[in-house]
């Protein structure tokens, strides 16, 4: 069992940044992929980046390839989605997810906990 809260949400202009944290309980031995995906309104929950336990190794959607920055630090239980040169598009509730397994990233029915969510408001 993983438990993951977010954080770092809220309100920021258009070319901002903002760093989002999800911080993991129950199983605290950090063998966990981790996962950042987001939902729009009256949009499906799309893949933005993940981070593998062991390798440290990333993985982007496009759309924030170059922007976002996905990073982890084992000994706290927290990964980090450092977002720079936000766009209105860009606004979202923002989910971490954890996953036990080796799984496709990018399918958000692959991961099996998640988090409450954040809401990011990017303003133009």
């Known amino acids: 069992q993983v438990l993951l809260v977010e954080s770092g949400g809220g309100l920021v202009q258009a070319g901002g940044s903002r760093r989002l944290s999800c911080a993991a309980s129950?199983?605290?031995?950090?063998?966990?992929?981790v996962g950042w995906f987001r939902q729009a309104p009256g949009k499906e929950r799309t893949f933005v980046a993940a981070i593998h336990w062991r390798s440290g190794n990333t993985y982007y959607a496009d759309s924030v390839k170059g922007r976002f920055t996905i990073s982890r630090d084992n000994a706290k239980n927290t990964v980090y989605l450092q977002m720079n040169s936000l766009k209105p598009e860009d606004t979202a509730v923002y989910y971490c997810?954890?996953?036990?397994?080796?799984?496709?990233?990018?399918?958000?029915?692959?991961?099996?906990?998640w988090g409450q969510g954040t809401q990011v408001t990017v303003s133009s």
């Open positions: 129950g199983r605290t031995d950090s063998t966990y992929d």
């Open positions: 997810a954890a996953e036990l397994r080796s799984i496709p990233y990018d399918y958000a029915t692959s991961w099996n906990y």
